[in-house]
């Protein structure tokens, strides 16, 4: 095997410098903006499916299976289940998930003052004080563990 | 092979910024594809979205975030991508699968969102340039329309105010398209005293950045003819690459084009398309280059097109309708929801659903034809009663 003669010092290799500064402004969407109008009341909304009946979380404008629209948003309890975890940096997030619920949202846990985060441990949503909440996902400050779980 | 049907077609409105995401805008447009064809998702076997470059709706990988969007999960799902000439593109490469007997219902997709990239989505097309021959010049896109228009100005000896008269007319045309972003009533004076962006090319030469989506239902034979009693057949596809880079192409004249209509005519049997084709949805992002293209597919001489615009031909009421939607000028750009637009057009006016936009001779055959990659392909699709 011969390999083609190519620079054999690459640092002699000729170079430019660009860069490519873009920056975005996301709509939320029609299902989005009733989601944060939600959190900014303190709630978590889903969307429901008036065909199959399946209840989605984040909610959205069409059920996924049935490929019609939802029917309604409906309010879930803010009180879910650690499915998994990662933690690191100091850090854990978890993925919830909630009774009923297709779906689920990824989140910041706070770990308990005793023993460790664990699959199957309940949580229950932190939200802020309403005058700091901006309609987006930080209005729940994060999800703590519920006691005697 | 076998025979293809457009069983249904929909669209959202195209607007330069939408509430709904791109996910959203795709369902809205299938949803109402898949109604009008009396069809559910269940039914579909399979799904083609086309969407342009990943750097407009700011996610990577466009095609996996707008998959449920557009009803493809669980199902054979492909994204596919000629960049502006994406959305006629689409249709041909759901028209693969049923003429192959691969599928027997496709559902076909095109989605943009092009209002999240700030300052404005023209700086998506910054890194299309080649990083050490073109970028240290600092030129964008604009600069290759205004040489590809002042080359074909030159060369045909061509006024500005021959092509101002294609803005006008489209945007006019628009005005009865209930989606339209762009609809206006202007005078050829107000496009020649509108800003100069690159000359000659000025601000309402061209069209706007939008968002939308558009959608088609095709069918195999059997399904086609089980499920409605208007199919609209697709009889000719076609397309062709031209060299990427600029100094090699004919600034003048489409021949990309020219070779993808060829390869269209010839499936579709039509030898003298000036005569055969009764109308056209061609792409018309800037109006010259409804001249160019009209050229390219031989619906006009070499330099007669603008002859034909002033004379009235292309009117709406005229012997040869160019664009009664409103085109990419008047009804918007969302680049691959623009082509497919051009397709549910050409479906809406052969089963006379076109409401105010309906040409006025009968119409039997009509053709979409969409413009793009780096300025260097053309796609083109043939649609018959
Ligand atoms: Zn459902």
Redesign the pocket.
């Given at each position: 095997m011969s390999l083609p003669d190519g620079l054999r010092n690459t640092s002699q290799a000729k170079n430019w410098v660009d860069s490519l500064p873009l920056s975005y402004k996301y709509s939320a969407g029609v299902s989005g903006q009733r989601f944060a109008e939600g959190l900014k009341q303190g709630k978590i909304l889903g969307s429901k499916?008036s065909?199959?009946?399946?209840t989605f979380l984040p909610p959205s404008l069409y059920?996924p299976?049935?490929f019609?629209y939802s029917s309604e948003y409906v309010e879930i309890p803010p009180y879910g289940e650690i499915y998994s975890f990662a933690e690191a940096d100091g850090k854990a997030i978890a993925l919830i998930r909630f009774q009923g619920v297709t779906g689920g949202l990824i989140h910041v846990v706070k770990r308990p003052s005793a023993g460790k985060l664990k699959i199957g441990l309940r949580v229950s949503a932190v939200f802020r004080p309403a005058e700091q909440r901006k309609g987006d996902l930080t209005d729940i400050e994060f999800f703590e563990i519920r006691p005697h779980t | 092979m076998r025979r293809v049907a457009v069983v249904g077609a929909g669209m959202t409105l195209f607007r330069h910024r939408m509430l709904e995401t791109g996910k959203e805008m795709a369902f809205e447009a299938s949803r109402m594809a898949l109604d009008q064809a009396g069809l559910d998702i269940k039914d579909v076997d399979s799904v083609v979205l086309g969407s342009a470059p990943d750097a407009f709706d700011g996610v990577h990988m466009k095609g996996e975030y707008l998959l449920d969007g557009a009803g493809g999960t669980r199902k054979p799902y492909t994204r596919v991508f000629v960049g502006g000439g994406t959305g006629v593109f689409v249709p041909i490469a759901a028209w693969w699968q049923v003429a192959s007997g691969v599928a027997d219902i496709v559902l076909v997709v095109g989605e943009e969102k092009m209002s999240p990239l700030l300052p404005h989505p023209q700086y998506a097309f910054w890194s299309i340039f080649d990083p050490i021959l073109e970028r240290p010049l600092g030129v964008t896109l604009l600069w290759i329309f205004s040489l590809e228009m002042r080359r074909y100005m030159h060369v045909y000896n061509v006024s500005e105010e021959d092509i101002a008269l294609v803005a006008v007319k489209n945007k006019r045309n628009a005005l009865d398209h209930p989606a339209a972003q762009l609809a206006a009533n202007i005078t050829v004076d107000d496009v020649l005293k509108s800003e100069p962006i690159c000359w000659p090319v000025k601000r309402l030469d061209v069209s706007p950045t939008s968002d939308g989506a558009a959608a088609v239902v095709l069918a195999s034979e059997d399904v086609a003819r089980r499920i409605t009693d208007d199919p609209v057949w697709i009889t000719g596809v076609g397309w062709n690459v031209d060299s990427t880079y600029w100094t090699n192409r004919d600034l003048c004249y489409p021949e990309y084009l020219e070779k993808a209509a060829n390869m269209a005519y010839r499936m579709a049997h039509i030898s003298d398309p000036k005569k055969e084709i009764d109308f056209a949805e061609v792409y018309d992002p800037f109006d010259y280059k409804e001249l160019h293209h009209m050229e390219g597919l031989q619906l006009a001489r070499r330099g007669e097109a603008p002859k034909l615009t002033r004379e009235g031909v292309t009117q709406r009421d005229g012997d040869l309708p160019i664009n009664p939607s409103g085109g990419l000028l008047g009804v918007g750009n969302p680049i691959a929801a623009a082509g497919m637009m051009k397709i549910a057009e050409v479906f809406w006016q052969l089963r006379g659903e076109a409401g105010k936009r309906q040409v006025k001779k009968p119409v039997r055959r009509g053709l979409a034809q969409a413009w793009g990659d780096l300025m260097q392909v053309g796609t083109v699709v043939i649609m018959e009663r």
């Open positions: 499916c065909k199959c009946g399946e059920c299976n049935c019609v | -």
